[in-house]
């Protein structure tokens, strides 16, 4: 039987490539102590009409209950894998990767629990402490304690990249969208170290019901 570790049984730079940005932990989590005041992140200034577009995203990620799709992972040492993810707003998330790859991450309770079955060895850290934990949460607002830090719109795609405002340095949401009719695309996580880590959806389905509470078992370890 594997147990959740909170001390990584693989190297930080390992897990951040293979969780797809989700369990990259910053690097505050590992200090002792804080010298100075982490710096918080400063609001892009934008035009009304790009303002407007952003609130179109979160009006478009409040509005979405569950998604399955198709993706494909680009890690930062290059390494393509692909897979089926599922998302069930607010606070669930599965990411099963294509067989041969052993590996299997699932988000839910606040947390993000990934498994190796080849290693026989599962990790678990806190989903709030996760750029892409921003995608799963209930109510998201782009503003207060998160910061819109860029912004674009061009050739029929709208990119908006997100940092929790208190801790800019823990790491970088970027979500990309398609604008007619608006769904998402893809989005890339930056993390504490500055390796960034892009997922692109496929075949994409909203909104289809309920899904099985079993997909979001974080006991995974026991599979």
Same mark, same amino acid.
């Given at each position: 039987?594997?147990?959740?570790?909170?001390?990584?049984?693989?190297?930080?730079?390992?897990?951040?490539?293979?969780?797809?940005?989700?369990?990259?932990?910053?690097?505050?989590?590992?200090?002792?102590?804080?010298?100075?005041? #982490?710096?918080?992140?400063?609001?892009?200034?934008?035009?009304? #009409?790009? /303002?407007?577009?952003?609130? /179109?995203?979160?009006?478009?990620?409040?509005?979405?209950?569950?998604?399955?799709?198709?993706?494909?992972?680009?890690?930062?040492?290059?390494?393509?894998?692909?897979?089926?993810?599922?998302?069930?707003?607010?606070? /669930?998330?599965?990411?099963?990767?294509?067989?041969?790859?052993?590996?299997?991450?699932?988000?839910?309770?606040?947390?993000?629990?990934?498994?190796?079955?080849?290693?026989?060895?599962?990790?678990?850290?806190?989903?709030?402490?996760?750029?892409?934990?921003?995608?799963?949460?209930? !109510?998201?607002?782009?503003?207060?304690?998160?910061?819109?830090?860029?912004?674009?719109?061009?050739? !029929?795609?709208?990119?908006?990249?997100?940092?929790?405002?208190?801790?800019?340095?823990?790491?970088?949401?970027?979500?990309?969208?398609?604008?007619?009719?608006?769904?998402?695309?893809?989005?890339?996580?930056?993390?504490?170290?500055?390796?960034?880590?892009?997922?692109?959806?496929?075949?994409?389905?909203?909104?289809? !019901?309920?899904?099985?509470? !079993?997909?979001?078992?974080?006991?995974?370890?026991?599979?």
């Amino acid at each position: 039987m594997t147990r959740p570790n909170r001390l990584f049984p693989l190297p930080t730079g390992v897990v951040c490539a293979l969780l797809a940005g989700l369990a990259c932990l910053p690097a505050s989590l590992h200090a002792q102590t804080v010298a100075t005041p #982490a710096p918080t992140a400063m609001t892009l200034s934008l035009a009304p #009409a790009d /303002r407007a577009w952003v609130q /179109r995203v979160q009006d478009y990620l409040n509005g979405v209950t569950t998604l399955e799709a198709q993706f494909q992972q680009l890690a930062p040492d290059g390494k393509r894998t692909t897979g089926t993810a599922w998302l069930s707003r607010p606070g /669930r998330m599965r990411f099963e990767y294509d067989k041969p790859s052993p590996l299997l991450l699932v988000a839910n309770h606040g947390q993000v629990v990934f498994n190796d079955s080849q290693l026989g060895q599962t990790t678990t850290l806190p989903l709030d402490k996760t750029p892409l934990g921003l995608l799963l949460r209930p !109510g998201l607002q782009l503003s207060g304690d998160v910061t819109v830090t860029g912004f674009t719109h061009s050739n !029929g795609l709208v990119q908006v990249t997100l940092v929790r405002t208190a801790s800019p340095a823990d790491g970088s949401l970027t979500l990309v969208f398609h604008d007619s009719p608006m769904s998402l695309r893809s989005w890339s996580v930056v993390d504490a170290q500055g390796q960034e880590t892009r997922v692109d959806l496929y075949n994409i389905r909203l909104g289809g !019901g309920p899904l099985p509470d !079993g997909l979001f078992d974080t006991e995974i370890g026991e599979q």
